[in-house]
Every structure is written in C-alpha cells, then in structure tokens.
C-alpha cells in the first residue's frame, strides 16, 4: 500500500531557485492538500484540491503555486525560493465525504540558504 | 480569529493523571472534526474522529459541542508513550466545503 508518496524527503535551495515538491495517492481521494509547518505555528494550509481541475487557496498561499490535472497527483511549486520557506511540507489527501480523515505524506524538509 | 484554536498548553502530566484538551472553531457551518497526534515533527497520524453525540476509544474521549463551537479530547490513565503533540482538525462546510484547517497543537509531556 503506497498511500501518500512525497518526493523529495529533503531538499537544500538558494535564494530565487525554483522547485516542484511532488505528490501522490493511490486511493482515489479526491480531495488533496498541502501543509508547511513550522515550530510553534501548527500545520498551516497552503492550497487545496477538492477535485481534478479544482484548487483553491488555504492560509498561507504567496509564493507557491499548485495545479490538478489528475486525481492523483498534485504537485507544488515554488517560483522564486525564500528563506521564510524554510519549513517541513506535509501533503495530505482524503475521501471528499466530510467524515473523512487525512492520509499524510511523510514530509519534506526544506531549507532556503 | 483563527478558525481553528487551541489551548496553548504544554501540559506536563504524571503517569496515570486525567488530562484534557479544548478546541474551538469559528465556522459554524464546519462539518467534522478529528484529533490527529503527531510525534518529533513526524506525519499526524489520526488519533479518533469526533461524533456529534461524544465517542470514547480505550482511554480517549472526544466530544463534540456545537452550540458553543468547541471539541474536546479527554486522555485518562497517561502513559509515557501519549507524550505527543494533539492537534484537533476541523471540515469546513458552507463555501469552503472540504477544506481541513488544524489547530496550532498542544504538547502534551508525561513524566514517570
């Protein structure tokens, strides 16, 4: 069972670079997210999925950009890498019926020099 | 207001102590809540879903209060090995139907 795949589990950026966090279901959920955590702050939501060809923003969308087009994948994607995007992304996916809850990814640390 | 807040803790209990965290939402349309635990900054992991009319697994107690708009997470008898983080999860219904928002966690340390 591969659940949730996140690729990378680390990645070490400079400043401007840009980067595609990649992630994965193999459940059928229709519903995809990504989260950054950082200490004392909880798991914030970045954007959403409900569905292919849908996304919307959550808390703290500036700076990354997310797309769709299969069930499965839902990828994120940094333009122009910060330091204050230091953080551990966790992408998380469940059924869209409401008493479903979240299957997570393993996390990606990312560090902005 | 944050949608979704918790107490601040950390608590710090010994072994076999009651402890019980609080968790208030602002989006009276939210549709379901979770607790989900989470270990040194590894994945959550769910821990129980909360059922309107309260529900109880082992040790764990989750309640639902709607009218005031706050979860509850109830741990009897602790043991080491519920030091973790608990972080409560909240459904959104109404325009942002779907959309799942934590809490910021509480930290919860038991010591022999």
């Known amino acids: 069972n591969a659940g949730v795949t996140q690729t990378p589990k680390f990645q070490v950026l400079k400043t401007g670079q840009s980067m595609t966090l990649q992630c994965a279901q193999d459940m059928n959920h229709e519903y995809m997210s990504w989260y950054r955590q950082d200490p004392g702050m909880g798991l914030r939501l970045i954007h959403y999925s409900v569905g292919a060809g849908i996304t919307d923003q959550g808390e703290v969308p500036n700076g990354y950009n997310v797309s769709r087009s299969t069930t499965e994948d839902f990828p994120l994607r940094l333009l122009s890498a910060a330091p204050s995007q230091t953080s551990v992304y966790f992408c998380?996916?469940?059924?869209?019926?409401?008493?479903?809850?979240?299957?997570f990814g393993n996390g990606t640390r990312l560090t902005v020099t | 207001r944050k949608e979704v807040e918790q107490d601040p803790g950390p608590f710090n209990v010994p072994e076999g102590a009651t402890v019980a965290f609080n968790c208030t939402y602002s989006n009276s349309a939210s549709q379901s809540f979770f607790w989900y635990r989470q270990d040194c900054r590894k994945e959550p992991k769910l821990l129980m879903s909360v059922y309107s009319s309260g529900n109880e697994d082992g040790r764990f107690t989750a309640q639902l209060n709607r009218a005031s708009q706050y979860i509850s997470l109830l741990i009897r008898d602790s043991k080491l090995s519920d030091s973790a983080t608990y972080l409560c999860?909240?459904?959104?219904?109404?325009?942002?139907?779907?959309?799942?928002?934590f809490g910021q966690g509480t930290i919860l340390t038991v010591h022999p």
């Open positions: 999860v909240v459904r959104a219904g109404g325009t942002s139907y779907g959309k799942l928002t």
């Open positions: 998380a996916s469940s059924y869209s019926a409401s008493n479903s809850p979240l299957h």
